[in-house]
């Protein structure tokens, strides 16, 4: 597996796992977990909200009968407030509350730190320097290692990489949703790296690309319509495999990681083979810029700098 390390030292895996979608059954977890690091997927991706902070405890009970703390890249989100007994959740970005939910989810993850600890969203009208001193002193306090923030409005990620040492942006990025690379130059400016989500949209990237469109995409996406992607989407996969391109085409970016979640062992298996079968035998540089091509660019037109 091929390791990436961004400006606060911290080693990413170059393929993540994104533990959202992972079983609620702590042994289940506990499996695709282990075969996980084994296979060299070492950064695990979780927040608190994600099954109300059970799947941090999945993780937690994995580490703590695994023994492999010191293996894993260990990150986890804050800034949703949720009630444990109904469905509503709350943004709550403030001081008071990152400082109560970090020593919640070192709790239940059965560690004293974090790797990353990162912003699970973000509003302009946030007290956005309040936030960023928060997480300084949880740094300086040795409970987690480097910040980050999951966003992917432009006006958000523009004052955190002015005003704040942030090592990580995580957005959703690949062929299909590629706004992300209007940002990237003042991203890389910075020396932050992205941690890429959704790689796959939902399957849309990959052998079963049409069948996904016409199940969970007749009304397009992004702005772009059924008839677009489905264009986009054969012209692509005539030239190459789907996942293989993206993969690729992520490695050409500032991308410290690229998340995949997997609900089930085969998932995961499938994604570390098409990734280490990238690495091996990378598209011919012409056939790679075809099915770039093959997408339409697209802008993010909400909460712009």
Not at 13 to 25: C, E, K, V, Y
Not at 60 to 66: T, Y
Not at 237 to 247: G, R, W
Not at 278 to 303: C, M, R, S, T
Request: hydrophobic share 40%; no cysteine.
């Amino acid at each position: 597996m091929k390791f990436n390390t961004t400006k606060s030292g911290i080693k990413f895996s170059a393929l993540g796992l994104g533990a959202m979608n992972l079983p609620i059954d702590a042994m289940d977890s506990q499996y695709i977990l282990d075969q996980a690091v084994d296979l060299g997927v070492t950064y695990i991706d979780t927040a608190d909200l994600y099954q109300k902070g059970q799947n941090e405890k999945n993780i937690g009970n994995f580490i703590k009968n695994s023994k492999k703390r010191d293996q894993i890249t260990l990150v986890s989100k804050v800034g949703n407030r949720f009630n444990m007994l109904n469905d509503e959740v709350v943004w709550d970005p403030s001081k008071e509350h990152i400082k109560q939910a970090i020593h919640e989810s070192l709790k239940r993850l059965e560690t004293d730190y974090l790797d990353l600890y990162m912003l699970h969203g973000g509003m302009i009208e946030d007290d956005k320097d309040e936030t960023i001193e928060t997480f300084e002193a949880l740094k300086k306090d040795g409970l987690i290692r480097a910040y980050g923030i999951s966003s992917i409005r432009p006006n958000v990620i523009d004052y955190y990489l002015k005003h704040s040492q942030i090592d990580t942006i995580m957005m959703q990025f690949n062929l299909i949703d590629n706004r992300p690379t209007d940002l990237i130059e003042m991203i890389k400016s910075k020396d932050v790296q992205i941690l890429a989500r959704g790689p796959l949209m939902k399957g849309l990237l990959t052998d079963k690309s049409l069948t996904v469109l016409d199940k969970k995409f007749k009304s397009g996406t992004l702005g772009l319509s059924y008839d677009e992607l489905k264009n986009s989407l054969t012209e692509a996969s005539q030239i190459a495999p789907l996942q293989h391109a993206v993969y690729q085409y992520l490695m050409t970016q500032p991308v410290a990681s690229i998340v995949n979640g997997a609900s089930h062992i085969d998932q995961l298996q499938a994604n570390v083979k098409a990734f280490e079968s990238v690495q091996q035998n990378p598209l011919e540089q012409q056939a790679f810029e075809k099915v770039v091509q093959a997408f339409k660019k697209i802008q993010y037109e909400d909460h712009l700098i």
